[in-house]
């Protein structure tokens, strides 16, 4: 047989044609690498992305890229292989790359993956006080994620309290009780800064202030009542 088109519907045809070129002939987009595939939290690396069917240059449809799921701010298109893009804020370690053209949309695959750093603390201020605990620090460091990354910090593998987010390398929290030195470290959704880095927060020691008795028998067996600080949670 012979196909018939009516009049009325040859624009539209020619339209379908040049839309189903534009889209690489109607095929999806498929993401094979990216560079590079790490960068910090607070966005802004350019990142290639190689592949196939990322539309043509005579195509008015601008490619879309999204990371973890947020739009890129900034994105090129370089030929039907290549796009570039740039990083919005974001936090993770396992955030897919999307490449969409125009209803189209590519799969997440191994290949289309893009890792935030981890968080690295680089400082505390104060960095001792009191055993007792709470004692307002502020922690400087880099990549501590965006507004709502919602981080935690522990002082000595313990918690600390009223976390405060102030940008992507500061924020402040309240210390815990405890006793020693102990590790700094900040978590970020999936990441956290490197254990034993060097960065830490030391506990006041005791002091004794007094003993009652300050003397007694030397066969022992009698209670002594020591008041003094920094004698840990309770204080």
């Known amino acids: 047989g012979v196909g018939v088109v009516r009049p009325g519907s040859v624009g539209a045809l020619l339209a379908a044609c040049a839309l ?5 002939s109607g095929l999806d987009p498929i993401v094979d690498t990216i560079q590079p595939v790490n960068g910090p939290t607070k966005g802004g690396t350019i990142i290639t992305i ?6 043509s240059a005579d195509s008015n449809i601008q490619p879309r890229v999204t990371v973890g799921g947020v739009a890129c701010p900034s994105v090129v298109w370089v030929s039907q ?25 590519s799969a997440p695959s191994a290949q289309s993956k893009f890792r935030y750093d981890s968080p690295k603390v680089l400082g505390i201020e104060p960095a001792h006080g009191p055993a007792k605990g709470g004692t307002m620090v502020t922690v400087a460091g ?3 994620g965006e507004t709502n990354s919602n981080p935690s910090v522990t002082v ?41 880095f060097g960065t830490v927060f030391e506990f006041d020691a005791p002091v004794i202030a007094s003993l009652k008795p300050d003397h007694g028998s030397c066969a022992g067996k009698f ?13």
């Open 50 to 55: 190689g592949g196939t069917n990322f539309g």
């Open 156 to 196: 000595g593998g313990r918690p600390c309290q009223s976390v405060v987010w102030l940008s992507d390398k500061k924020l402040t929290c309240v210390t815990p009780s405890g006793t020693g030195v102990g590790d700094v470290r900040v978590f970020v959704l999936d990441e956290s800064s490197p254990e034993n």
């Open 20 to 24: 189903a070129g534009a889209l690489g």
């Open 223 to 235: 209670t002594i009542t020591v008041k003094g600080k920094n004698f840990g949670s309770s204080d």
């Open 142 to 144: 880099v990549n501590f």
């Open 81 to 105: 292989s290549s796009v570039l893009c740039e990083t919005p804020d974001g936090v993770g370690a396992d955030r897919t790359v999307v490449v969409e053209v125009g209803s189209r949309q």
